[in-house]
């Protein structure tokens, strides 16, 4: 017999049900739950979550906490994204240096490189230790017991020694370490990043660099510098914008700009990103790492924020090696956090490294290649939809990438692109969450069959392709068939009219309708 619990004065019937599918794949699981929730008295549905605890390495100075970078609450989240991959030998990460040296934390990642001012195979004689120190954020062996994680267990470093006696760096050393990556482009030797903590990004003298990035495939990850100057103020900056390179300053483990003594990061519009390091001369404000002769280093600088991009960059290769440099950016950028840094005369909002998003998109677009007849969902690589359910399958998309997520609306930059004409048939739901990416008709048409009163249209916002269109949201070059709006005496109100675009009715009806569109509406023939 239930005892009636006196304190609870909600006499509503409650009750929690599992429910078990006969076929339960990720999409029918997923339509179930759109169909429970709409049912009136369900208050929530939901998948049945598999949890596990995320992974952490056991390497010393992770496992203590002096990886602040990694794993501290203003680091770059890694330990969320390690559970989706801890890198992989496949891909070729070249670090334009001073050499790195042998070291028992880098050896089983270590590959022979290049010495372009000597003009020798010999790599390893670092005695700055710079390039060694930089090597060790991108891939130190992880998990195995000592020294330190690289934000890459596992990874390819490729030796690329530009320095010359005095370990400076020639520009004509550091082109010919461009050229030997680009040379090897399409063999199993390829470069898939080259990172460059050098100083120099966004300056004149430096602009002979960039015909040379911009002819590499790759992506070029550079150090902003560390000299403290708003970078946007350098009369050939703009130059340096080239969709395969990112800049990349630095912030401390307080999330504000680092300082270090004098010196401090350069900012400004045309630094992407920041990522960590560190703060003063103290040891427990910046980034453990590799140095020479088997030792380990507290590193700082803007030369320590870039090689987190670099390394992020690689887990991204692991888990999707098809990716471009522009897609690597694209993907970096979009899915970095916001942070506020202190600037001369004022502050400035900046873009900050989340590795754990960036790898969870290229995840989620993984899982979803096979919803949909090719392509990556990127701006540059779209989902190619070539029937009725893989039409379909973009609402499925939209809801794989958000249901994990609850609060304010995720923005979703997904692209999608028709390679036929589609026709729908049963019933239609329009997309549930806002469109933010492209999708592309490519000249062609969808037809459904929908006939909707001027009342309903007035009334919701429930029909048409998606619901909403944020502002970042586009359709083009798409026609709608068999979209029939009436009066509610049954006058058809847009024969031979392109005022209906189908893109989702907003309140208001017609005349609110998305006009600007690229997209052109008709009735039956």
Not at 68 to 86: H, K, P, R
Not at 111 to 131: K, L, M, Q, R, V
Not at 318 to 330: R, Y
């Amino acid at each position: 017999k239930r005892t009636k619990n006196k304190k609870s004065k909600n006499k509503d019937f409650r009750q929690i049900l599992q429910i078990y599918l006969k076929e339960p794949s990720e999409e029918n699981v997923l339509r179930a739950v759109e169909k429970l929730q709409s049912i009136d008295g369900v208050y929530s549905a939901e998948p049945n979550y598999i949890y596990e605890a995320s992974k952490s390495a056991n390497d010393t100075y992770y496992a203590n906490g002096s990886q602040w970078n990694l794993n501290g609450a203003n680091g770059i989240d890694i330990s969320q994204a390690w559970d989706i991959t801890t890198g992989s030998s496949g891909v070729r990460v070249g670090v334009i240096d001073t050499g790195i040296a042998a070291h028992p934390d880098l050896n089983a990642n270590l590959a022979s490189g290049w010495d372009f001012h000597n003009n020798n195979s010999i790599t390893t004689d670092d005695t700055d230790p710079h390039g060694t120190q930089v090597a060790g954020i991108i891939g130190a062996v992880g998990n195995n017991g000592t020294g330190v994680a690289g934000i890459n267990w596992e990874v390819t470093l490729v030796p690329m020694q530009a320095s010359n006696e005095n370990n400076k760096f020639e520009q004509n050393d550091v082109i010919a370490a461009i050229q030997w990556a680009i040379d090897r482009d399409g063999t199993a030797e390829q470069i898939d990043i080259l990172n460059y903590s050098v100083s120099g990004f966004g300056e004149s003298d430096n602009v002979g660099l960039l015909e040379s990035i911009r002819e590499y495939d790759g992506l070029f990850v550079w150090s902003a510098g560390n000299d403290g100057n708003n970078v946007d103020a350098f009369p050939d900056v703009e130059l340096f914008n080239l969709e395969n390179c990112i800049s990349v300053g630095a912030h401390d483990k307080n999330n504000s700009r680092s300082t270090w003594g004098t010196d401090s990061s350069n900012y400004g519009n045309h630094v992407d990103i920041f990522a960590p390091g560190g703060q003063g001369a103290s040891a427990a404000n910046n980034i453990p790492t590799t140095t020479i002769n088997n030792g380990y280093y507290y590193f700082k600088g803007t030369s320590a924020a870039a090689p987190h991009v670099a390394g992020v960059a690689a887990l991204l290769l692991a888990v999707e090696p098809t990716l471009t440099s522009a897609e690597l950016k694209d993907i970096i950028l979009d899915n970095a956090d916001t942070i506020t840094i202190s600037v001369p005369n004022g502050t400035q909002q900046v873009k900050k490294l989340n590795a754990y998003e960036a790898v969870q998109e290229v995840k989620d677009n993984d899982d979803f290649s096979n919803m949909f007849a090719g392509g990556s969902g990127m701006r540059h690589d779209p989902y190619l939809v070539s029937n009725a359910e893989q039409f379909r399958n973009i609402r499925h998309a939209y809801r794989i990438e958000s249901v994990p997520y609850t609060g304010p609306e995720k923005q979703i930059f997904f692209s999608f692109k028709l390679t036929n004409n589609i026709t729908l048939t049963g019933d239609w739901e329009p997309f549930e969450y806002p469109l933010t990416g492209l999708l592309d008709g490519d000249g062609h048409y969808v037809t459904y069959n929908m006939t909707l009163t001027q009342s309903e249209v007035a009334a919701n916002t429930d029909f048409g392709l998606f619901r909403t269109i944020k502002e970042t949201g586009q359709v083009k070059n798409l026609e709608l068939r068999n979209c029939s709006i009436t009066s509610d005496t049954g006058t058809v109100l847009n024969a031979g009219e392109n005022k209906i675009v189908g893109l989702g009715i907003l309140a208001g009806g017609i005349t609110k309708a998305m006009e600007h569109s690229a997209v052109r509406v008709t009735n039956p023939v």
